[in-house]
């Protein structure tokens, strides 16, 4: 067996290996089951309602509905999918499996039965768990076409994009047999696999898809930043399960996860808010979530790697950075994505991937490196991006070419001034208020 590193992707390969193994291996644990369904719930609620209410109070009040049916129909989709063809590709263990991709072998998780097991929870849990991140994925891409896309679209490239992107770059860093996993690359609960996909893809549509209407002559502001702080607290509570639940059981991992999630946010919040305070002379709140964001995306790779001290340096830095990548799509590249998947999400989850090696020995609790140096860490972790980001963005271009021969890649176009709310899904969010 490989020899397994500390981290997420080391709790998932030894799972992956352990599979049906016999039950003096793998023995199922009470205390983990209980925590990895609580975290399952966690992560799904993540997406719904949480991710939904925050894109859906950033857009103008006549495109609220088209972004929460994007949503759900997206967790519903992708939850089949999953099942069908998504998790064998991903975790497949069977003789097709290799270093790119699992098989099919455990399409409709034929051979899973009630008593496998994955590590010491049952493999249906493991199975749940995994497919709440395969949901929130392609949710998160949604950022990056809102007011503009058409539904036919959406529902065609999150199919696609989850097949061709998400599954196989999980089992490249998180299966066992994987050729990132076996490279020694380190992300703990998806800065590669959950960030930087969604993010770099994001990108491109963004491109592809066109700008809206009025941009970037008009910055329409958020239609209600009452609901885009709701939605963030409950990323920011979800998150726990998304990295807390990472560790795969209830143990110190978890719970060394859970408190660097928390004080990353809590930093990176602050140093968001203080930054608009300094340039602008008022401290937003929608800016002050959007840091919390940056953080949480950012602290997600390191969070198995880091103590406290790192984590509040992460926090900073995601803020710092994410925030000037923002000017840097919207101003300079003059790119609509919408609602900063890539200079959040993109730019968070790299750079949680890149600044890992240097923090990971910084304080009391933090994890370290274990035998590997700083500098070969590094190199590991720069080969995890590259090649991440290159495929997500060469299959994301061609997902998009196939597409725009079956489906208009955008609504038509009185569907974009009356909003997409009316026009493509007959109701309203609000009675009585349009634009």
Known sequence: MTILRSGRAAAVGLAVALLGAPAAFAETNSGDTAWILTATALVLLMTLPALALFYGGLVQSKNVLSVLSQCVVIA????????????????????EANAVWGGLGKAFLNGVTATSETGTIPESVFFMFQMTFAIITPALI???????????????????????????????????????????????????????TAGSSALVIASMVGKRKHFPHEMRPP???????????????????????????????????????????????????????????RPGLVGAVTGLIAGLATITPAAGSVGPMGAVIIGVAASGVCFYAVTLIRNMLKIDDSLDVFAV??????LGILILPVLANLGPLAPGLGNATIASQAWVQLQGVLAVVAWSVAMTYLIIKAASYLVSLRA???????GLDMHVHGERAWHGISG
């Open 76 to 95: 519903c989709l992708m939850s089949l999918l999953w099942y069908f063809a998504g998790y064998s590709i991903a975790f497949g263990d069977g003789g």
């Open 142 to 196: 949604v950022g990056a076409y809102p007011e503009r896309a058409g539904f036919g679209f959406v529902l065609l490239f999150s199919s696609a994009w989850l097949l061709l992107v998400y599954a196989p770059v999980c089992h490249w860093v998180w299966a066992s047999s994987g050729w990132l996993f076996e490279q020694g690359v380190r992300d703990f609960a998806g800065g590669l696999v959950v960030h930087a």
């Open 412 to 418: 038509k176009p009185e569907a974009e001034v009356e």
């Open 345 to 350: 999400h993109g730019v968070g989850g790299i």
């Open 223 to 281: 239609h209600s930043p009452v609901l885009v702080m709701i939605g963030a607290a409950m990323l920011w509570v979800g998150w726990y399960g998304f990295n807390a639940g990472s560790a795969l059981g209830a143990n110190q991992s978890a719970g060394n996860a859970m408190l660097v999630t928390h004080l990353s946010a809590s930093a990176a919040a602050l140093t968001w808010m203080a930054i608009e305070w300094i340039k602008f002379g």
